[in-house]
């Protein structure tokens, strides 16, 4: 119940294109939805977060879509740009009232070709 | 604004060897964590502090791992003895709080080879 799933694993998009990473969750309790951006030998970086009173935020070219429904979130990557290329990870934890602790999804390795 | 500063980048050690590894969070952030990221995967939290106390150590292998966080600003983290599967990248993070206000802040990692 502790799980976050993500997938695929790895992804390859042309430039321009539209990158697309999903994420699924079990436990009904979580109330706040990150996407962390990490490139190699640096630590996570906060990249768009969500709540689940909306089902979709939107921040430049990055854009999170929520299904509270179905338990899925998904980060979309528009007009994908080589600078893009990194390993994404989703997260999920309880908010406000308690440890803030994140659950990490396994992580997306995003390779934008020129 | 000076981010989470962690030493050392890297070390390597013989497995039985005892390590630690420092982190100095951001100015003002009261909540610290200590993550375990293992090649190929997400970030596991260790230990989560608020200020110097511990809020959350249910994922520490208590038996090797240590961890402080003294005048709740810098923390260390001790592996006593090391094993091979302790080769990771060990990540600390800091924000404001841990409920209001949520970003985790992580810095750059300190990886660890166990030979």
Redesign the interface.
């Known amino acids: 119940q502790q799980q976050v799933k993500q997938s695929p694993q790895s992804l390859i998009v042309q430039k321009g294109g539209i990158s697309i990473i999903n994420c699924a969750y079990e436990n009904t309790a979580f109330d706040y939805f990150p996407w962390y951006q990490q490139f190699p030998g640096k630590g996570p970086a906060l990249l768009i977060a969500i709540r689940p009173d909306v089902s979709e935020k939107k921040e430049g070219r990055f854009t999170i879509s929520f299904n509270k429904s179905a338990k899925q979130f998904s980060l979309h990557i528009m007009d994908s740009q080589p600078g893009d290329s990194a390993t994404y990870f989703c997260a999920a934890s309880r908010g406000s009232g308690n440890t803030g602790k994140l659950i990490f999804g396994q992580g997306t390795t995003l390779q934008v070709k020129p | 604004e000076a981010g989470?500063a962690q030493s050392p980048r890297y070390k390597i050690i013989e497995k039985r060897q005892s390590v630690a590894f420092w982190c100095n969070p951001i100015s003002g952030h009261a909540?610290l964590y200590w993550y375990q990221q293992i090649l190929?995967?997400?970030?596991?939290?260790l230990i989560?502090f608020q200020n110097n106390g511990v809020?959350?150590d249910s994922q520490l292998p208590k038996d090797r791992f240590s961890a402080e966080r003294l005048k709740g600003v810098d923390s260390t983290l001790k592996i006593q003895p090391a094993k091979l599967e302790d080769s990771a990248v060990y990540?600390c993070?800091s924000?404001l709080d841990?409920?209001?206000e949520?970003?985790?802040?992580?810095?750059?990692?300190t990886r660890l080879l166990v030979l």
């Open positions: 989470v909540t190929g995967q997400g970030p596991k939290l989560q809020v959350d990540l993070a924000s841990g409920t209001g949520m970003t985790q802040y992580f810095g750059p990692g």
